[in-house]
């Protein structure tokens, strides 16, 4: 896989006399297929801290893989991207827009992960997330999709802590969404979803 990677000056220095400034990266995720890096910046060009974007291309193909990366140099103005851009449109399709974790024991050891299924088609990701996040802050949150974008009934949320998934899970399992289906959540470790 190649990456292209676009660095732009900072839009003026907020953080004048401030050492204070901790860096932060975003990832950007379910982007349509024409989103240039232009696209991208433009698109989190309002939050002044932010220095550089990436946007993954296939390496041999030079298509994207839409999905990237937005690099601010204040932890909060990442934040208030996440609250303002997440599930909001460009080109045409909604955006994930979650913390960036380049850990790969972070991601993958299963702590905080939850697995859903029987969703409704009517629950798009931006309602799946609302589903979750009075229990805890989230890593990331996505139903997973056909082709045409249509969910497949399934998703699955990552908490920063444990025991918000663990709180999840116990007051969701078995609820019903949509007047007819009955949510079936588990956590990574105990699950017998056959």
């Given at each position: 896989m190649a990456s292209l990677y676009a660095?732009?000056?900072?839009?003026?220095?907020?953080?004048?006399?401030?050492?204070?400034?901790?860096?932060?990266?975003?990832?950007?995720?379910d982007l349509h297929p024409s989103v240039t890096e232009g696209t991208l910046y433009d698109a989190f060009a309002q939050f002044k801290s932010l220095t550089s974007v990436r946007l993954c291309k296939d390496s041999s193909?030079?298509?994207?893989?839409?999905?990237?990366?937005?690099?601010?140099?204040?932890?909060q103005d990442a934040y208030h991207a996440i609250e303002k851009k997440?599930?909001?449109?460009?080109?045409?399709?909604?955006?994930?827009?979650?913390?960036?974790?380049?850990?790969?024991?972070?991601?993958?050891?299963?702590?905080?992960n939850v697995f859903v299924k029987n969703l409704p088609e009517s629950v798009n990701n931006a309602g799946f997330q609302g589903m979750f996040k009075t229990f805890g802050d989230i890593v990331s949150c996505k139903i997973a999709t056909f082709e045409d974008?249509?969910?497949r009934g399934y998703g699955f949320v990552q908490f920063e802590q444990e025991d918000a998934a663990h709180a999840a899970i116990e007051k969701?399992?078995?609820t019903i969404v949509a007047d007819k289906e009955m949510l079936h959540i588990c956590n990574k470790h105990q699950c017998k979803c056959n």
């Open positions: 660095h732009f000056p900072a839009a003026g220095n907020a953080f004048s006399g401030s050492n204070s400034v901790v860096p932060a990266s975003l990832y950007v995720g193909t030079g298509r994207s893989l839409c999905y990237g990366y937005a690099n601010f140099l204040s932890r997440n599930h909001s449109m460009l080109n045409g399709k909604m955006i994930r827009v979650m913390w960036s974790v380049r850990e790969f024991d972070a991601r993958n050891n299963g702590v905080g974008g249509k969910s969701l399992n078995g």
